[in-house]
């Protein structure tokens, strides 16, 4: 295991049984609706990757990159930028928003706001993990990976200060990793 690491919340098994879960469930929600998969940039990376393999139905997928945190920062500040849009039209897709992480649910609400100016057929969430203790906006989880306690995670595509994201277990960072930076 990582050094850094403290303790493992999510191991490689238990990813990959979620994945293949909803992978399943998406397969039979979707089937003949073609439905665009949106990867939320950059945490949801790996996690999209892995999912899509048990999506076993034609889909596209595409790449939104959207920030709320800023650097070394493990609390939101509500402000959600846009980096990098899509370049794909929504306009009578069955779009299904693929993120890594809901904590506050600010990146989530202002997305569904956006794409629903873009005239989307539907929009639904995947979450790979849930944070629910943090909600301040109360977005609907239309499919959930593992609900995890108020705990700071790296790993699985997530990271601390960039680092951490090609962790195949989703982690706890032991407490002087922050307190030395
Ligand atoms: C993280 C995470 C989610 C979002 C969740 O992304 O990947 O996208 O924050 O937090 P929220 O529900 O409080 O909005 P981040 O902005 O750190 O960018 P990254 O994915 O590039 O690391
Ligand atoms: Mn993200
Ligand atoms: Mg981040």
């Known amino acids: 295991?990582?050094?850094?690491?403290?303790?493992?919340?999510?191991?490689?098994?238990?990813?990959?049984?979620a994945n293949k879960r909803l992978g399943q469930q998406l397969t039979a929600d979707?089937?003949?609706?073609?439905?665009?998969?949106?990867?939320?940039?950059?945490?949801?990376?790996?996690?999209?990757?892995?999912?899509?393999?048990?999506?076993?139905?034609?889909?596209?997928?595409?790449?939104?990159?959207?920030?709320?945190?800023?650097?070394?920062?493990?609390?939101?500040?509500?402000?959600?930028?846009?980096?990098?849009?899509?370049?794909?039209?929504?306009?009578?897709?069955?779009?299904v928003i693929?993120?890594?992480?809901?904590?506050?649910?600010?990146?989530?609400?202002?997305?569904i706001e956006l794409f629903k100016t873009r005239h989307a057929n539907s929009i639904k969430i995947v979450s790979f993990l849930d944070k629910p203790s943090r909600r301040i906006k109360h977005v609907h989880v239309d499919y959930n990976g593992v609900k995890i306690p108020d705990e700071f995670v790296v790993g699985y595509g997530?990271?601390?200060d960039e680092r951490y994201r090609n962790l195949p277990y989703v982690g706890v960072l032991k407490q002087e990793i922050y307190s030395t930076k």
């Open 1 to 17: 295991m990582n050094p850094d690491i403290e303790k493992v919340l999510v191991s490689e098994e238990e990813i990959a049984a």
């Open 98 to 111: 693929v993120e890594d992480i809901i904590d506050t649910g600010y990146t989530l609400d202002r997305l």
């Open 158 to 160: 997530m990271d601390y």
């Open 30 to 95: 979707y089937q003949g609706k073609n439905p665009l998969f949106v990867c939320i940039l950059r945490g949801a990376a790996m996690f999209m990757m892995d999912l899509i393999k048990h999506v076993d139905i034609p889909l596209e997928y595409d790449f939104m990159d959207v920030s709320s945190y800023g650097g070394e920062n493990t609390v939101t500040t509500g402000d959600v930028r846009i980096i990098k849009d899509l370049d794909t039209s929504l306009r009578d897709r069955d779009v």
